[in-house]
């Protein structure tokens, strides 16, 4: 199972970390390298939640750690902020629904289409959480979400993916695949923006961060690359201690 979930990982870094790139401030006003002439995204910082209830932030870490289990060698999604940086990016543009077309009319569309609902994610996150906690009420001894065994969480979104299990009102399934497609987001994303904790989606599979340079590696196949990963915002080891 370790395995599986650390190949499953490895083979989508490289689409969530392309995909990371679009949601990045643009620098303007001046070369790259003008000083000031960006606004960067200001670094997550721990606290309380954003966006989520205590609630469905607790049900969203039990999600992500079913989605990325821990083993022996890497934190699971809780531990590695999973939740805390989908809180934020609800909390902001993205939980908006920001630069979509998001008026009328609403009908379903295809899948290259994208989303057609008139809810942001958001909203649909909202929605989707107090219906999944509904039912494990209704049909777990009034129980919710994060409060059920790791075999019972488990057994529910496979029955949720496969389309056996509804959710009241929402589209079970479509959540699910989003919940799962955020939560790797944020354990591959730079730590600037809550998950990734430590670097943990990094160091597990040998990604060098946001070095400046590391032309003398690019050829070099299946070879493990020997510095540790860097932040947009650094390292721990790089502040002055005081």
Same mark, same amino acid.
Not at 123 to 148: E, I, P, V
């Given at each position: 199972?370790?395995?599986?979930?650390?190949?499953?990982?490895?083979?989508?870094?490289?689409?969530?970390?392309?995909?990371?790139?679009?949601?990045?401030?643009?620098?303007?006003?001046?070369?790259?390298?003008?000083?000031?002439?960006?606004?960067?995204?200001?670094?997550?910082?721990?606290?309380?939640?954003? %966006?989520?209830?205590?609630?469905?932030?607790?049900?969203?870490?039990?999600?992500?750690?079913?989605?990325?289990?821990?083993?022996?060698?890497?934190?699971?999604?809780?531990?590695?902020?999973?939740?805390?940086?989908?809180?934020?990016?609800?909390?902001?543009?993205?939980?908006?629904?920001?630069?979509?077309?998001?008026?009328?009319?609403?009908?379903?569309?295809?899948?290259?289409?994208?989303?057609?609902?008139?809810?942001?994610?958001?909203?649909? %996150?909202?929605?989707?959480?107090?219906?999944?906690?509904?039912?494990?009420?209704?049909? %777990?001894?009034?129980?919710?979400?994060?409060?059920?065994?790791?075999?019972?969480?488990?057994?529910?979104?496979?029955?949720?993916?496969?389309?056996?299990?509804?959710?009241?009102?929402?589209?079970?399934?479509?959540?699910?695949?989003?919940?799962?497609?955020?939560?790797?987001?944020?354990?591959?994303?730079?730590?600037? %923006?809550?998950?990734?904790?430590?670097?943990?989606?990094?160091?597990?599979?040998?990604?060098?961060?946001?070095?400046?340079?590391?032309?003398?590696?690019?050829?070099?196949?299946?070879?493990?690359?020997?510095?540790?990963?860097?932040?947009?915002?650094?390292?721990?080891?790089?502040?002055?201690?005081?």
């Amino acid at each position: 199972m370790a395995m599986k979930r650390r190949d499953f990982l490895a083979g989508t870094a490289i689409l969530v970390l392309s995909t990371m790139k679009g949601r990045a401030t643009i620098i303007s006003g001046g070369l790259p390298w003008t000083p000031d002439a960006g606004s960067p995204p200001l670094p997550v910082r721990p606290g309380p939640w954003h %966006y989520f209830t205590a609630d469905e932030g607790r049900a969203v870490e039990a999600l992500a750690d079913r989605i990325i289990p821990p083993d022996g060698q890497t934190p699971g999604g809780r531990d590695a902020g999973c939740a805390v940086f989908i809180d934020r990016q609800l909390a902001g543009p993205y939980g908006r629904a920001e630069g979509h077309y998001t008026r009328p009319p609403f009908m379903s569309g295809t899948k290259q289409q994208g989303p057609q609902s008139p809810d942001a994610p958001a909203a649909t %996150y909202r929605k989707a959480l107090a219906a999944l906690d509904r039912y494990c009420q209704s049909n %777990y001894q009034d129980k919710r979400f994060a409060d059920l065994s790791e075999a019972q969480q488990d057994e529910l979104l496979k029955s949720i993916e496969d389309g056996r299990t509804k959710l009241e009102g929402v589209d079970g399934q479509s959540f699910f695949a989003t919940v799962i497609k955020d939560a790797q987001e944020g354990f591959f994303a730079d730590p600037l %923006y809550g998950g990734n904790r430590d670097m943990v989606g990094w160091k597990m599979i040998g990604y060098p961060g946001a070095r400046y340079n590391y032309l003398d590696w690019v050829e070099r196949h299946n070879e493990r690359f020997p510095l540790p990963p860097v932040s947009l915002i650094g390292r721990a080891d790089w502040s002055p201690k005081t």
